[in-house]
C-alpha cells in the first residue's frame, strides 16, 4: 500500500481552502508503507522512536518547524532536525486543516468524547472554535480534574471562576481563533482552551469573576487539548494498514514535581 493510499482515505470528506497547512513535509507519497507513525509533533524524540522501530510514514497534527504554514527558516535546531529527517528517509505528513474542517470537526468531536462533554454544538464565525449548550452544569474545577484524569495533562490551569455551575462552553482547543472574543460574549460562560495569552484574557477572566460576573477559563495545553484527535486516527488506520503506532510527545512542559529515574 503506498502512503497516497492513506492520505487519500483521511482527506476525504473535508473542505478546505486551497491555501492550507496540510501536505508532506519530508519524503514522498509514492513510496510503499513499511510502518505508520501517529503523533500530535514530529519532535526529534518522536523522530528517533519512529524511525528505529523502522517506520517509514509519520503523520502529525502541528508543524515539524516551527511556523504554521511552515516556512523554513535557518537555524542551528533546523537544520539539524531537518538533517535527521533527511538522512532517515521518513515521510512526514501534516494531518491539521482536514481534520478540523471536516463536517464535524475532528478534533473538537473527539476532545468532547473523551472529557465527557455532551450538549448541542454550534459552530462560530472563528475557526475551529465552537459553542456548546452543556447538557449538564459543571464547574472550572470539574472540567479541569476530567481534562487532567482523561488526557493525562499534569496540570490543567483554572482562570476566573473556579467552582461556579457553568453551561455554555466555548470549546477551542489547540489554539484557535476567536478565544478572547468568545471568553467576552455575554452568553459564555467557560472556555476551554490549549494555550492563552495571560495578560489579556486571563486577566480578563480573572477581574470577570472578582466582579460577580461567570468566567471560567480552563488552559489545557496545546498537546493536552487535541491529543485524542490523533490517538483516535491512529486506532482507526489500523483497519486500513495493520502496522500502525501512536508516538506520545508528552507536554512540552516539565514541572518541579518531576521526578526522573
Known amino acids: 500500500m503506498k ?5 487519500k482515505i483521511i482527506e476525504n470528506g473535508a473542505k478546505v481552502d486551497e491555501l492550507n497547512c496540510d501536505g508532506i513535509k519530508s519524503g514522498s507519497i509514492e513510496n510503499e508503507i513499511e510502518k505508520i507513525g501517529v503523533s500530535m509533533f514530529a519532535t526529534v524524540d518522536v523522530l528517533r522512536r519512529a524511525i528505529a522501530d523502522g517506520v517509514n510514514f509519520l503523520i502529525v497534527h502541528e508543524p515539524t518547524y516551527y ?9 542551528p535546531v533546523s537544520n539539524a532536525k531537518r538533517e535527521l529527517i533527511k538522512k532517515s528517509g521518513i515521510t512526514i505528513y501534516r494531518w491539521h486543516d482536514h481534520a478540523h474542517y471536516r463536517e464535524n470537526d475532528y478534533v473538537t468531536e473527539s476532545e468532547c468524547e473523551l ?7 454550534t459552530k462560530t464565525e472563528f475557526c475551529a472554535s465552537y459553542l456548546m449548550d452543556s447538557d449538564e452544569y459543571v464547574t472550572g474545577l470539574e472540567i479541569a480534574k476530567r481534562i487532567e484524569d482523561k488526557a493525562g495533562v499534569k496540570h ?10 457553568c453551561k455554555k ?5 489547540g489554539t484557535p481563533g476567536g478565544v478572547f472574543e468568545l471568553l467576552r460574549r455575554p452568553d459564555v460562560d467557560m472556555v476551554i482552551t490549549g494555550e ?25 495545553g496545546h498537546i493536552g487539548s487535541e491529543r485524542a484527535a490523533m490517538v483516535r486516527l491512529a486506532n482507526e488506520l489500523i483497519r486500513y494498514y495493520a502496522s500502525v503506532k501512536y508516538y506520545e510527545c508528552g507536554e512540552v512542559y516539565t514541572y518541579t514535581d518531576d521526578t526522573t529515574e
Open 169 to 173: 462552553i466555548a470549546l477551542c482547543f
Open 196 to 220: 492563552i495569552c495571560e495578560w489579556a484574557w486571563g486577566e480578563y477572566a480573572r477581574d470577570a469573576d472578582s466582579l460577580g460576573i461567570t468566567k471560567s477559563l480552563i488552559v489545557a
Open 156 to 165: 490543567v490551569r483554572i482562570i476566573g471562576s473556579r467552582d461556579k455551575k
Open 3 to 7: 502512503i497516497k493510499e492513506i492520505i
Open 115 to 121: 472529557f465527557g462533554l455532551c450538549g448541542e454544538v
Open 67 to 75: 511556523e504554521h504554514m511552515e516556512i523554513f527558516f535557518d537555524s
